[in-house]
């Protein structure tokens, strides 16, 4: 465990600090984004929460109206910083409990609160800065992003966002997809369809570079990005874009030959294997033992260019670890293959094992027996476990929302396997002419959607072994903050 930073300010000089802000002589010039730290920590000292949200409240109304700010709709008092900073400060005090209160300031002011832009991480600015958010408590709006657990950009980005220690679940939500059936709130945002793409309010990041660049200019406590000189940026970025251009380019040729016409079909996949691996041999060449690609220490360009070299390995691993001429790259990916880092990326909650639910999707459970015997006869009729559509007259759907209590009711007792479920295009369904009917469900009053017809099997985006909701999404770790010692 690392000890904790020399703090800056003692006891006395936080509740010197404090006393000051409470009779409004603090010097306006002394109340500064670290100030406001320390009064908020050492009030949660002293009360709990929601009573130091009330008492600061009034406080900070005073001090302003004291030192010549007015409390209006543009200036003075803001709530939802306010709730925000303190929210974030009482969850740091608690994973701090054994710190004396200046070792704990010492620690917060190190973290990645310490930055007074911080909540940008949870608002976009237009919310944050509306008059709405300063009178009253707004929600953090957490950014989406669409990620895919096996995809190589997608797994650099994920890097990037963990490092800056963003935690899925916490400060952004995870949307698995399945890039066979991508949800539509993905394609309205990034027509291109490709991932990984966070959504932010109005912004859209959908080049994973520029992800990783939005993830580490929000905190980079590992350097990725920052300390180099000029002419090492330069050199990092021109290896990413031999990554991205010809590296992932013979990567595709030679891991998805048969896509490309493989082999008699024009494709040549050893060629293309030969020139990924003249390019390989040239990132080995820069690599000292134990070293990275920029030099003694890790820069962005390392989880840029991991994830490929993996996906490249990984299409013939006997191949890559025979190769001649790769021994320093060979350390570099595995030490990478063995790392936390890359674990955790691979795992919920940063990978779920199962596609996110749209709500624009409607779904159907099936009996996986029933559901292939339909896909033989080219139409299911089944509407649930045991009823026909002509017993019934519809057949049973669930809104995304109602699929595991659906699944808790009627499906429990079988095996995952016995049960398939069915992802339906509510827009497929329309264009087959087959009506959905929000209708109420006997006896609870709740509003079903129900399908009065025959199934069409092209409305089956996906048809998957049913598994319960991404697992990963409860249960979640608390907000980490990688600059902090492994106090808690
Ligand atoms: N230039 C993009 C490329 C992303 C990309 O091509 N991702 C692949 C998955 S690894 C994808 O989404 N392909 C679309 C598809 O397969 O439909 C980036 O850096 O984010």
């Avoid at 519809?394 to 429990?412: D, N, P, V």
């Avoid at 609870?444 to 069409?456: N, R, T």
């Amino acid at each position: 465990m690392a000890d904790p930073p020399t703090p800056a300010w003692s006891a006395a000089e936080i509740a010197a600090l404090a006393a000051a802000f409470e009779a409004g002589t603090l010097p306006r010039e002394q109340w500064t984004h670290a100030a406001h730290l320390a009064v908020a920590l050492w009030t949660l000292s002293r009360l709990p929460p929601e009573a130091a949200l009330t008492h600061l409240r009034q406080r900070i109304r005073a001090y302003n109206v004291a030192t010549g700010t007015a409390n209006t709709d543009h200036s003075g008092y803001h709530e939802t910083l306010t709730r925000w900073f303190l929210q974030a400060v009482a969850e740091h005090r608690g994973r701090h409990a054994d710190l004396p209160l200046q070792q704990s300031l010492a620690c917060l002011l190190r973290s990645p609160l310490a930055d007074p832009s911080a909540p940008l991480r949870a608002y976009p600015p237009r919310r944050l800065g509306s008059v709405q958010a300063r009178r009253g408590w707004v929600e953090p709006e957490r950014p989406v992003l669409y990620s895919f657990r096996r995809c190589p950009y997608a797994i650099r980005a994920r890097l990037a966002l963990a490092a800056a220690g963003l935690l899925p679940g916490v400060d952004l939500e995870l949307r698995e997809v399945s890039l066979k059936a991508k949800p539509p709130e993905l394609l309205e945002a990034s027509p291109k369809g490709t991932v990984p793409v966070l959504v932010h309010g109005d912004q859209v990041i959908d080049e994973s570079l520029e992800l990783m660049r939005w993830a580490l200019e929000r905190h980079d406590p590992r350097g990725w990005l920052g300390g180099w000189s000029a002419a090492e940026t330069a050199a990092g970025e021109a290896l990413i874009a031999e990554n991205d251009g010809p590296f992932k380019h013979h990567l595709d040729r030679f891991k998805y030959a048969s896509r490309f016409g493989g082999r008699g079909g024009g494709g040549e996949p050893e060629g293309h294997r030969a020139a990924a691996l003249a390019i390989l041999r040239g990132w080995s060449r820069r690599l000292e033992p134990g070293g990275w690609l920029l030099g003694g220490r890790p820069s962005l360009a390392d989880p840029a260019l991991l994830p490929f070299v993996r996906q490249f390995r990984l299409a013939d691993p006997g191949g890559f670890d025979a190769e001649p001429g790769l021994e320093p790259l060979r350390i570099w990916l595995e030490r990478f293959l063995a790392s936390p880092e890359l674990a955790a990326v691979l795992d919920p909650p940063w990978a779920a094992r199962s596609p996110w639910r749209s709500p624009r999707w409607l779904y159907h459970l099936a009996l996986s027996h029933e559901w292939q015997a339909a896909r033989t006869a080219g139409s299911y009729r089944r509407s649930t476990r045991g009823r026909s559509l002509e017993e019934v007259g519809f057949i049973h759907l669930s809104q995304a929302h109602q699929l595991e209590a659906t699944h808790g009711r009627y499906y429990a007792d079988l095996d995952p396997g016995a049960v398939t479920l069915l992802v339906l295009d509510r827009d497929r369904l329309a264009a087959a002419g087959v009506e959905v009917r929000l209708e109420p469900a006997p006896g609870s009053g709740e509003l079903f959607p129900h399908l009065h017809g025959p199934l069409p099997l092209a409305a089956v985006l996906r048809a998957e072994p049913w598994r319960p909701a991404s697992s990963g999404e409860s249960n979640l770790p608390r907000r980490g903050s990688p600059a902090e010692p492994a106090a808690s």
